[in-house]
C-alpha cells in the first residue's frame, strides 16, 4: 500500500497497553515496513515464533553477543534480556526499507541518540493503570507476580510518555489504530 522510506519507527508502550495488537493492525496496512527481530533471554510464551516474536538464546549466549558488539542497543526487562540486532537494522536500512521497533523506552532512547530524527517514537498509552492490569490478566499469558512486575515498570514507563515524538491512548482499539495510521502515514511521506 505504501512504498516504505528510509526510517525507524519505535513503537514504545508499557506490556498490555496493546501495542502487539496495534503492530499486527500496521502489517496488514503496511506490508513493505519491515519489524525488528529483537533477541532476548524470556522464555518462549504461547503464541510465540522462534525467528519471527523473537530470537530466543540463553544468558550466556546473549553475553557473548553482547561481547562481540552485535547489539545496536540492548536492555533489561522485567529480568530478561533484549537486544536489537546491529546487522539485521543495517542491512534494511541500506537495502532503504523503512523498519518498525518494537522496543522499551531504554531502546527507544537509545536508538534516537544514534538516529536522531530519522527514527521516528511513538508512546501507546493506556487508558488507566486499572484497564491494563485487566488486559494483562485478560490476556492470560504471565503469573499474577510478572503481572505485579510489569504494573510497577509501566508505572515508571508512564513518566516518560510525553517523552516521544508521538502519543496515542489506546481506550477504543480502532479509534487508536485510526490515529496511529495517520501518524505512520505522515512519518512515511515527511522527507
Ligand atoms: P502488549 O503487546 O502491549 O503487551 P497486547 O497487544 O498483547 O499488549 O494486548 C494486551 C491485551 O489487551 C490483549 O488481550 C489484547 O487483546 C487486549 N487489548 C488490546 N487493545 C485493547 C483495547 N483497546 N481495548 C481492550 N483490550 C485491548
Ligand atoms: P515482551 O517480553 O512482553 O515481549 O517484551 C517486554 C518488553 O521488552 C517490551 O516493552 C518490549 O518492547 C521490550 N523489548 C523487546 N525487544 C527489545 C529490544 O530489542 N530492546 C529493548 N530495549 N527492549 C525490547
Redesign the pocket.
Known sequence: MNKAENKLIIIV?P???????LIKKIHKDFEAIKESVSFTTRKMRPGDIEGVSYFFISKEEFQEKIKNDDFLEWAQVHSNYYGTSKSFIKKQLDIGHTILLDIDTQGADALKNIYHDRAKAIFICPPSIEELEK?LV??GSDSIEIIKERINNAKKELLKKDCYDYLVV????ET?YDKLKIIITEILHKK
Open positions: 508502550a506490556s498490555g497497553a496493546g501495542k502487539s495488537t488486559r485478560f490476556r489506546n481506550d477504543n482499539l487508536a
